[in-house]
T-cell receptor
Framework: GQQLNQSPQSMFIQEGEDVSMNCTSS?????WLWYKQDPGEGPVLLIA?????ELTSNGRLTAQFGITRKDSFLNISASIPSDVGIYFC????????????FGQGTRLTINP | DTGVSQDPRHKITKRGQNVTFRCDPI?????LYWYRQTLGQGPEFLTY????????KSRLLSDRFSAERPKGSFSTLEIQRTEQGDSAMYLC????????????FGSGTRLTVV
């Protein structure tokens, strides 16, 4: 089945640093999304990308949909304590269920 | 708009027992999804409904699992004869129709089978 490789698996950074994480796939996706999940909660949508090459920002977050449609990255600038959590990429296919295939997640820890 | 609501938040059950979870989606969303998430992994698709019709089921959804959305509003997911391998977070999500992948997830039901 389709799989997404998300890296890094974990990051330990200082408050104020910039963060970069990415996702790659052997399959083409029509959409890429980035979610954040806090402990004991469901994922919350951060950014949705619908067009190859698209670069989208949401506050301190910036994400890009790779032109091959097989990859995406997420950058967080000037990290703050509330950025702590697990970030998931997800790829979507238009046909049928429009289900999402998720990566394994990147756990972000911030030292104040 | 109160978001996607799931009940219960936590469930501990003995192996072999049946459990049922409920999901109330955002009212105007006609698509409802169930995903399962095990520790350290991303969510995995189980099944989805377009209104009251269950249109796709994953191979992960064994015969012991059944999902319903009787009136196209809330949905239930039942697991019969639970096994320890069923322990996971069960997430419900909803969205509007075609083209909108921006699911809104609920907070999930964490199932522990002992």
């Amino acid at each position: 089945g389709q799989q997404l490789n998300q890296s890094p698996q974990s990051m330990f950074i200082q408050e104020g640093e910039d963060v970069s994480m990415n996702c790659t796939s052997s399959s083409i996706f029509n959409t890429w999304l980035w979610y954040k999940q806090d402990p004991g909660e469901g994922p919350v949508l951060l950014i949705a990308l619908y067009k190859a090459g698209e670069l989208t920002s949401n506050g301190r977050l910036t994400a890009q949909f790779g032109i091959t449609r097989k990859d995406s990255f997420l950058n967080i600038s000037a990290s703050i304590p509330s950025d702590v959590g697990i970030y998931f990429c997800a790829g979507g296919v238009i046909q049928g269920a429009q289900k999402l295939v998720f990566g394994q997640g990147t756990r972000l820890t911030i030292n104040p | 708009d109160t978001g996607v609501s799931q009940d219960p938040r936590h469930k501990i059950t003995k192996r072999g027992q049946n459990v049922t979870f409920r999901c109330d989606p955002i009212s105007e969303h006609n698509r409802l999804y169930w995903y399962r998430q095990t520790l350290g992994q991303g969510p995995e698709f189980l099944t989805y409904f377009q209104n009251e019709a269950q249109l796709e089921k994953s191979r992960l959804l064994s015969d012991r699992f059944s999902a319903e959305r009787p009136k196209g509003s809330f949905s239930t997911l039942e697991i019969q004869r639970t096994e320890q391998g069923d322990s996971a977070m069960y997430l419900c999500a909803s969205t509007t129709g075609t083209g909108n992948y921006g699911y809104t997830f609920g907070s999930g039901t964490r199932l522990t089978v002992v």
